[in-house]
């Protein structure tokens, strides 16, 4: 009976020593599966950089071998952070200012009038939610735009404007009882 | 002639409140200055405006048109002058806005020439769903969920039972048992052609037990082989799942449909709507609506869609000063934000109750009174304490989904906790979060394919990678942008060029861009 459980905790411990080794070894694979594909899978997938990676899959990997905390995604904000924090088995912490604060979500706009066509936007736009071509006229297909901001600063007639995201109707939600009044 | 039912698990018994409106008749209200039309109101895409501002029109005709397979036409309910196409209140719990078309009537009320009416003996079921779609009918009862759309997919899936459903569960509610008193014929034929249309072999039309008179007024007519059914005046008998649970024996599966049990069940108010539209030529512009509570005279009013529920209340006289307006009934009725907001094809009552103390709210007991009266076998109080602690995995896993609202769990509930705003809170937030991950799926993978394409380009390097480093304290990256002298100057070149033009044409330009840029 001892022996057992003792055994089973062995076992148990191994385990999740082969996790936490999983967890902090080599970078792990790209594709859908892993660690990072999971963290991956928590954050916004705004592609702007904010958490001083070069994109979303990146800070998932930082994250994945230890390199990164989980307060770095502004756009995620404390909901991304409390999700991370659940799937490692760690503490939330608060969103570090450093990266930025938490906003309502927002697009670019681009003032056709000035664009002069000089595809630098285009080239910066992580998800090619802008389209254009050289000496042509440039838009931007809302629908697409994260809010990333990446085009602001390689614009350089300073035609990139930040607006709030289009809020559909369905958008509205019930807020949690007690806030409303009687 | 008619069979009474059992029950359904769960229910609660409740005052009915509508026994001075049963037995007597509809009354006609005043046509309103304004008829104001949202193009959302029910389920499925906004409709989209075929009419223009300063355009007039006559009585019946289309004023928006269908945006989808899901959506319904919408038509005037009096001749008058389109005034405006614009943002307005409509019924909603959070007094959100939507684009409405405002009708101004000219109080001559003139008609376009109704349609000719289809012959049922040569009718088919294409010709009876695409007079049904025309005339812009939703289902009145709930809602709102286009009829047609209903059919074909009841007529796809070769469904062989119609239920009618004059089943008003809600207390006050009683302008289906009116219609039918008033309307029987109507009904009946109503529910001959959706039965041609759905090629169902069977027709049941569900009654009250305490709808005698309505009863009556069927039964004395030719059934045309329906069958009427009693079921108990217990809440929410009319609820579809327990509806199709009493009559059939079946359920409804948790995420599926009536259709999955066989089944597509139409309201009565719809069914006269679809005889007026088949036999009549008419489309769905006006309907039976329930005012009652605290009004002086209640009624049954017979109003056109688009009328402003205050005009309802000022036809009925508001007999208190402090009530609290609920559109639909008041166990799963909305708050009235706005009394300007319009009735639409769903709207079967107007209430004004007394304000509600919901402060006197006390800690769950673990009772368990509301496990025994939930319709939908779930665990009220342990749904509760999960909404409260924001865990919505765990609601979810205890089939939050599968709540219908009806709120007899907080009707029953000791401690006057208000368990039904927690649900939907859960579920609201759960559906958001949802929508975000949805959409981060398609944001990653426009960002994966923009890595295989700067891949094969040949120049991805520092894009995959980056700064991904390991130092969570680094300082910001500057931007890498690919720097040539040609292309500087060329950019210095046309930099200089905007910025004459815009010094030149429009002095004040400039300074605006800028505003906009924050």
Known sequence: ?182 | MSTVLRGFHGGVRLPRSKETLQGTGSRSVALPPLLIYPLQAHVGTPARPVVGVGQKVRRDELLAAPSSYVSQAIHAGTSGVIVEIAARAVIHPGGVTDTCIVLRADGEDRRLTPAPALDLGRATPEGLLARIAEAGIVGMGGAGFPSHVKLREGLLNAVRLLIINAVECEPYIACDECMIRERAADVLLGARILRQALRASQCVIALEDDMQQARAALSRRDLAGAQIVRVPAIYPAGGERQLIRMITGAEVPAHGLPIDAGVVMHNAATAAAVADAVAGGLPLTERLVTVAGAVRTPANLRVRIGTPIAHLLDACGRSAADARVIVGGPMMGTRLIDEPAPVVKTTNCVLRLPAAAEDCTMPCIRCGDCVEVCPAQLQPQALYELARAGDWDGASDLHLFDCIECGACAYVCPSRLPLVHYYRHAKSEIEALELAQRRAAELRSRYEARLRRLAQAGDAAAEAEGQAGSDVDAAPAPAAVPDRAAMRAEIAAAVARTKARRTANTPAAAGEDEDGAR
């Open chain 1, 1 to 182: 009976m001892f022996t057992a459980i003792a055994m089973a905790v062995l076992v148990l411990g191994a385990l999740m020593a082969a996790r936490v080794l999983v967890a902090a070894s080599a970078s792990p694979p790209r594709g859908s599966h892993g660690l990072a594909a999971d963290i991956d899978r928590l954050l916004p997938q705004t592609q702007c950089g904010r958490c001083l990676h070069a994109g979303c899959r990146p800070y998932a990997e930082a994250i994945a071998r230890g390199a990164a905390r989980i307060n770095q995604c502004p756009p995620g904000g404390e909901a991304t952070i409390r999700r991370l924090a659940q799937l490692l088995g760690v503490e939330p912490l608060a969103l570090n200012p450093r990266h930025g604060r938490q906003a309502p979500a927002s697009v670019v706009i681009i003032d056709e009038e000035a664009c002069i066509g000089c595809t630098r936007c285009i080239q910066a736009c992580p998800v090619d939610a802008i389209v254009g071509a050289a000496r042509q006229m440039h838009t931007v297909i809302t629908a697409e735009c994260t809010g990333c901001e990446l085009c602001i600063p390689p614009c350089p007639v300073d035609c990139i404007a930040v607006v709030p995201a289009p809020a559909a109707q369905h958008a509205w939600q019930w807020p949690a009882p007690g806030r409303v009044s009687a």
